[in-house]
């Protein structure tokens, strides 16, 4: 629910949220893009960009049908300070390999395991999914002006929809923030979902904490 002009704040759900502080959503996607794409350019070399072209309120039900059945590349990781909550980036496999490829050259060979990937990719993407996730941390962490600690980031191929679940739980009443993402790297696009799962009151209060 969106208040005009006068009203002076915005909820969501039982939340509410100074409307001037709404930019700070745009602000912690561009910097945490910017990160992630500062991060890729030193770790592999290439000259990437990460541009967040869209940003939505998602209710979490409805982001199982989202994502949808389809085997995807997930790297998640849990936000071990507020906000708290968990970040989950996804990506297809076809994707994935391209930036494996361009970060590994020719040593990304090899025979493929049963999911698909060689020991050399599989690895070459969990140390990307590091960056990445590190890098849209980081870029929180700068905006809100803290420190975010978090876990060690977990891989895994499979339905994105169960990805989901296993971090949500029963979360069932609660909205995500979904960010659609284009990383530009290796002269192709590379199409990225970012799904942030933060513990809404606890990031409102970082928000509120913040002089506009």
Known sequence: MCRGANGGTTSFMSLMIDIRKLGLFNKMAKQGGNTVADHLSQMTGMETEMEITKINFIDIPDIRAHVGDEKQIGISIEMTERPYGHILFLFNAEDAKKLAHGMMGDMAGGEESTDGFTDMERSAIQEIGNIMTSGFIDGWANVLNTTIDMSTPTFTYGPGSGMVSELVGDRE????????????????????????????????????????
Do not use: G
């Open 173 to 212: 009443d609660e909205m995500a923030l979904m960010f659609d993402s284009r990383v530009q790297a290796l002269e192709s696009d590379i199409n990225v979902k970012v799904y942030t799962f933060p513990e809404l009151d606890e990031l409102v209060s970082l928000m509120q904490e913040i002089e506009v």
